[in-house]
């Protein structure tokens, strides 16, 4: 009896210990189940909205450029792009070895883009292909609906469109935000695209629009069912740029003639707005829109003619005779010499017992300061420059703009120079030498100069010595209607003498019109001014030496250049690199030209020229 009652009371404390545990087990369940159905509430409720629903981004088209007339020379046109939705997928993996087969891109490639977005926050799209082909996003789109790529997203997205080769580094180009760039720059995120060259770098805060947004609901493989709402996008901001698609046009044209590199840069020579700009070798800026592959990128970086230079503001060169008119102006302004002042030359002088030639052998006989800007003549300028000295020089060909960067916006300016004895003391410790100025005294020595410099320089001899800022800015948009932009201020005004300067103006008429070697660039009833330009990329001696080889050693071929004479309204500069002679690069200055005036005066423009470059030296 006393052992029933012993399992009796066994039996209880059992039932009570498993009642107590079923309790405290509903009461944990019940609690459970009040968090997560009241006091979490709306978390898991937008967990679960956004189980059926997905935010798409709507990217913002650029702001269009257009030249100084109206018309359009940049536009975006519609693309479509394919992105990986992480958020979405399921395998990674096995999304990328299918994805990248199905568009027949490499899978490496694909996965590197993948692990260079990690970080991001998963719903954000990674962009695999930029400017989809419609085979690709047919072949996207049809594995969609085999539930085999829910993870993929096809969207059309605006992108730009170039002029192919035309101004291509005036314009610059488009690519996807680098990590430097988002750290830099507030309102970045990455993925987004901005300029990285040009016009477009420069006032990328103007043409970048506001992304705008769509939120649409998806079935359970992805695929769209309806829209929810849908924020639009704003455009970027047009610019109206100081261009001229007419003078844009006719430079490329004569550059494509003669098929030589080079650089080009026309300028109104009243307030610096530049009306053409061109450097060759050039490259589409619609490969770097369209998402650069990296064996275009490989090619470009790899081209011993450098198609990436920007030889207008990068370039430095010689700038043979065309440095005369400095000479003649440190001159002229520092009384030195009136323009009457002659030389005799007799194809040749001796300074500090070194003999210095004049590039005509016979001589040009007895010349005052315009006949021997006409003829070139180096004894004049050698003998003028010796007399004048180096600093004074440096002082006035500085004011004229030449060795200073010109301040254009554009990226990446370098700076050319002009030297003096303290740039010398300091670069390689050692004294300047007076036979040191004979050579400078024509362009050659250490003189080097960027071809924007020299439009520059034209430009202060054409407008009275306002040394201009050049600047492409015209007008913005902001959807309001055009706003004009006021032009930068002067960066200097050398105090000219106006009798003086017209000797040196003069010389250049006649150069042109004259006897001298810029007949190429005659234009009956406009009096175009200019002077020629021909220097070495390499001494005699050093031709000798060099022998057979493959480098072009040719002399590079410029031309400055204004007209009218009298109320200039262009100016520039012509550079040819290896063009044998400046005469050559006035072929190219007078179809410019010529294109400038007609369209001015409402006349037929002038069709693609025919001319021939003279390649004899």
Known sequence: MAVQVEDRRRVTVRLSVLQYVITVMFSVLAVSFWVLQVVQHAKFEEMAENNHQRTLALRAPRGLMLDRNGKILVDNRGSYSISIVREHTKDLNRTIRLLSAVLGLDESGVRSIVDRHRKEPTYRPITVVQDATLAQVAAVKARRLDFELPDIVVEQVPTRQYPETMAAHLFGYVGEVNDAQVNDAAGLKSGDIVGQAGVEKVYNAYLMGEDGAKRVVVNSVGREIRTLEEDEPTEGKRLQLTVDYDVQRALEEGFDQLGFNGAAVVLDPQDGGVL??????????????????????????????????????????????????????????????????????????????????????????????????????????????????????????????????????????????????????????????????????????????????????????????????????????????????????????????????????????????????????????????????????????????????????????????????????????????????????????????????????????????????????
């Open 276 to 617: 053409g700009f061109t450097s060759r070798p050039a490259y589409d800026p619609n490969a770097f829109a369209s998402g650069l592959d990296r064996d275009t990128w490989a090619s470009l970086t790899g081209d011993e003619d450098l198609p990436l230079n920007d030889r207008a503001i990068q370039g430095r060169y010689s700038p043979g005779s065309t440095f005369k008119m400095a000479v003649a102006t440190a001159a002229l302004q520092e009384g030195v010499i009136t323009p009457d002042f002659k030389v005799h030359c007799t194809g040749g002088a001796t300074f500090y017992g070194r003999p210095f030639k004049c590039w005509k052998k016979g001589g040009h006989g007895t010349v005052d300061l315009r006949h021997a800007i006409e003829q070139s003549c180096n004894v004049y300028f050698y003998t003028i420059g010796n007399m004048t000295g180096i600093d004074k020089i440096h002082k006035w060909a500085t004011l004229l703009g030449l060795g200073e960067k010109s301040g254009i916006d554009l990226p990446n300016e370098v700076q050319g120079l002009v030297p003096s004895p303290e740039w010398k003391q300091a670069r390689f410790k050692e004294k300047w030498y007076a036979g040191e100025t004979v050579s400078v005294s024509i362009g050659q020595g250490s003189v080097s100069v960027t071809p924007v410099s020299m439009a520059v320089y034209a430009a202060t001899l054409a407008n009275g010595g306002t040394r201009v800022t050049p600047h492409l800015l015209k007008a913005v948009d902001d959807g309001g209607g055009w706003k004009p932009v006021a032009s930068p201020p002067p960066r200097s005004k050398a105090p000219l003498d106006p009798e003086k300067l017209q000797a040196i103006r003069d010389g250049l008429f006649m150069v042109v019109n004259g006897a001298g070697t810029g007949h190429n660039a005659i234009l009956k009833g406009y009096d175009v001014s200019g002077k020629t330009g021909t220097a070495q990329v390499i001494s005699n001696q050093g031709k000798e030496r060099a022998g057979k080889t493959d480098k072009d050693l040719r002399d590079n071929g410029s031309f400055v250049f204004f007209a009218p004479r009298d109320k200039p309204e262009i100016a520039g500069v012509v550079l040819l690199e290896h063009g044998v002679h400046g005469s050559n690069a006035a072929l190219v200055a007078h179809h410019v030209l010529d294109t400038f005036f007609a369209k001015k005066e409402g006349r037929p423009l002038p069709p693609k020229p025919e001319f021939k470059a003279n390649l004899v030296p």
